[in-house]
Antibody
């Protein structure tokens, strides 16, 4: 069965760039949309953006100026870069597959923005 | 952007009872692109229902979804101990815009 495994640092300094990677295993990687979400403690989920394995992207307008999602089909991976982070970007970040609904999900990565 | 409002915020029920969760959209959800997720503490969301009424793979038939337009419902026909969790609805439109409701916490009475 398809599994998504997230990796990346759990602590990022203010004004720096948050970078996470999601590796897909156990099934076909191509011809799908892959997404990033985040969830601050005690709050609901926020969609950050997605990429199709063809390379086309879409982003949440509220984050668009700071977000880049990229894909590496040779490694079955996709990645998130979020620039100029502040404490408000502290959250659990999730990757997930899908376009209109999302399954499966990665395990989640707590990213704390602090000096 | 479509805003999803879930009610109630918290639902207190006992195992064996029936749970009814509501999700109301600020404008019509096209093509019933509405999904429901279950989330337990420390875990990722789990897809339960997609397309408003289709059960995801491996989801027990005590979970059912219904609705169209702006009003959607998730029903758990007979609560099991493992069903106590937070439930989110989520919509997709072709902008694309993807938004979630604020969640309903289902707790043991």
């Amino acid at each position: 069965q398809v599994q998504l495994q997230q990796s990346g640092p759990g602590l990022v300094k203010p004004s720096e760039t948050l970078s996470l990677t999601c590796t897909v295993s156990g099934g076909s990687f191509t011809s799908y949309y892959y997404n990033w979400f985040r969830q601050p403690a005690g709050k609901t989920l926020e969609w950050i953006g997605h990429i199709h394995t063809s390379g086309s992207t879409n982003y949440n307008p509220s984050l668009k100026s700071r977000v880049t999602v990229s894909v590496d089909t040779s490694k079955n991976q996709f990645s998130l870069n979020l620039t100029s982070v502040t404490a408000a970007d502290t959250a659990v970040y999730y990757c997930a597959r899908g376009r209109r609904w999302f399954d499966p999900w990665g395990q989640g990565s707590l990213v704390t923005v602090s000096s | 952007e479509i805003v999803l409002t879930q009610s109630p915020g918290t639902l207190s029920l006992s195992p064996g009872e029936r749970a009814t969760l509501s999700c109301r959209a600020s404008q019509s959800v096209s093509n019933n692109y509405l999904a429901w997720y279950q989330q337990k503490p420390g875990q990722a969301p789990r897809l339960l229902i997609y397309g408003a009424s289709s059960r995801a793979t491996g989801i027990p038939d005590r979970f059912s979804g219904s609705g169209s337009g702006t009003d959607f419902t998730l029903i758990i026909s007979r609560l099991e101990p493992e069903d106590f969790a937070v439930y989110y609805c989520q919509q997709f439109d072709s902008s694309p815009s993807i938004t979630f409701g604020q969640g309903t916490r289902l707790e043991i009475k």
